[in-house]
C-alpha cells in the first residue's frame, strides 16, 4: 500500500508528554505530527497537581505558556488514622483541570506550526530505514521516529513489549469543592500495597482518588463512604509502573507509556515533562535516548525500591513519629515537591 504522508516524527498521543515534545521538536525545525484519538478539548479525570519541580520545568520548556490553576500551600496528611498532620509547603502545588491545561498545550505546539491529526494509531511496521503508521482513517504515514505518548494503555508500548501489563488501578471522581484550600493525603496499611487515598482542591471542583495494589469500584465504594462522600459517577484509569523499558533506537516511549509515574507518589506530570525534553533532545541531536534519558531510567530502577520500603511497616512508624513534627514534615516534603533527585 501506498504511503499517504511522510514525516520525520509522529507522535502519538497530544497529552502533555506528547504535546511539549511536539513543541520542543517544532522549536527546533524538525517536520513532526501529533496524532490523538480524541477531540480537544477532552475530558480527563485526574489530581491535576503540578508539583514545583513541574510546573517550574515547564516554565523553562515553553516560557510564554498560560494557563488556569489553583495554587495550594497547604497539605493535611493522614497516617493509618492513627496520626495526622498539617504543614505549609515553601512553593504552591498548582492544582490545573487537565481537560483545559492539555488543550493549552496542544495549543502552544499548533501555534508555531506544529501539525495535530485527530485519527485511531491501529498498526505499527518496521520497513528498513523507517516506521509505517496506519491510521484508522486509512492514512499511511511514515516516519523516522515513533513517539508513544499515548498513555499508561499505550499501543505503541503494546508494539515493543505485547505482553505488557497495565498497572495499578486509579479510581477517581469530581466532588464539590470545600471552604479549604488543602491537599488531603491519607496512607494506610489497611490499604493493600502501596494504597494511599488523595482530595485535590481544584479551580472549580475538588478531585477525590483512590488506588492500592488491587483497587476495585467496590473498594472505592467503600474508600468514599468513610470519607463521608456520595458516590457520583466515578472514572478509573491504570497507571503503568513497570520498570522493564523496552529500548528500540526509533521507538520512543514518554510519559505514562513508558511508565514513567513516580513509584512513590504516582506524580506523572514532571516525568511526562522530562521525558518529552529528553526525546527531543534524542531526536535532534541523534542520540540514543538510553543515553538522554539515563538519570531518569536510573531513578525509576531505584523508585521500586523506595516505594517497598515507604509503604512497609518500619517507614509507617517512621512517618508517625514526623507526624508529630510539622515543620519537620514540611522540610522532607520541599525537598521531594522541589528536587527531583530527592528520593
Not at 497547604?74 to 493509618?80: F, P, S
Not at 477525590?208 to 483497587?215: A, Y
Not at 522530562?274 to 534519558?293: C, G, H, L, Q
Request: aromatic share 10%; net charge neutral.
Amino acid at each position: 500500500m501506498e504511503v499517504s504522508k511522510t514525516t520525520e516524527v509522529v507522535i502519538v498521543g497530544a497529552g502533555p508528554a506528547g504535546s511539549v515534545c511536539g513543541y520542543l521538536l517544532r522549536k527546533s525545525g524538525v517536520d513532526c505530527l501529533v496524532i490523538d484519538r480524541a477531540k480537544f478539548p477532552r475530558e480527563k479525570i485526574c489530581a491535576g497537581g503540578l508539583t514545583p519541580k513541574a510546573w517550574h520545568l515547564l516554565e523553562e520548556l515553553i516560557p510564554d505558556v498560560r494557563y488556569d490553576y489553583n495554587s495550594v500551600n497547604r497539605l493535611h496528611v493522614d497516617v493509618d488514622g492513627e496520626r495526622t498532620c498539617e504543614f505549609d509547603i515553601a512553593e504552591p502545588i498548582r492544582v490545573v483541570r487537565r481537560k483545559m491545561f492539555d488543550h493549552v498545550l496542544l495549543q502552544q505546539y499548533q501555534s508555531i506550526g506544529g501539525e495535530f491529526l485527530h485519527d485511531t494509531l491501529t498498526q505499527i511496521e518496521k520497513e528498513e530505514d523507517r516506521i509505517i503508521v496506519t491510521l484508522r482513517s486509512g492514512m499511511r504515514i511514515a516516519c523516522r521516529y515513533l513517539v508513544g505518548a499515548d498513555g499508561s494503555n499505550s499501543r505503541v508500548r503494546h508494539y515493543l513489549k505485547p505482553d505488557t501489563d497495565l498497572g495499578m488501578l486509579i479510581m477517581e471522581q469530581y466532588v464539590e469543592k470545600k471552604n479549604d484550600n488543602t491537599i488531603e493525603i491519607k496512607v494506610s496499611q489497611q490499604y493493600e500495597g502501596a494504597g494511599y487515598y488523595f482530595r485535590f482542591p481544584n479551580t472549580d471542583v475538588d478531585v477525590v482518588g483512590f488506588s492500592d495494589e488491587h483497587t476495585t469500584p467496590d473498594k472505592f465504594r467503600q474508600v468514599l463512604q468513610e470519607q463521608g462522600i456520595k458516590e457520583a459517577g466515578f472514572h478509573g484509569a491504570f497507571v503503568y509502573l513497570s520498570s522493564d523499558y523496552p529500548l528500540h533506537d526509533h521507538i520512543i516511549l514518554i510519559g505514562d507509556a513508558g511508565g514513567f509515574a513516580n513509584r512513590t507518589t504516582f506524580e506523572g506530570l514532571y516525568n511526562a515533562f522530562a521525558t518529552a525534553r529528553n526525546a527531543s533532545t534524542s531526536i535532534i541531536k541523534n542520540k540514543p535516548f538510553r543515553e538522554v534519558n539515563r538519570s531518569t531510567f536510573r531513578k525509576m530502577k531505584r523508585e521500586v525500591w523506595v516505594q517497598k520500603f515507604f509503604y512497609s511497616k518500619p517507614a509507617f512508624f517512621i512517618i508517625k513519629r514526623m507526624c508529630r513534627f510539622p515543620k519537620l514534615a514540611a522540610a522532607c516534603m520541599n525537598l521531594k515537591l522541589q528536587h527531583e533527585g530527592f528520593l
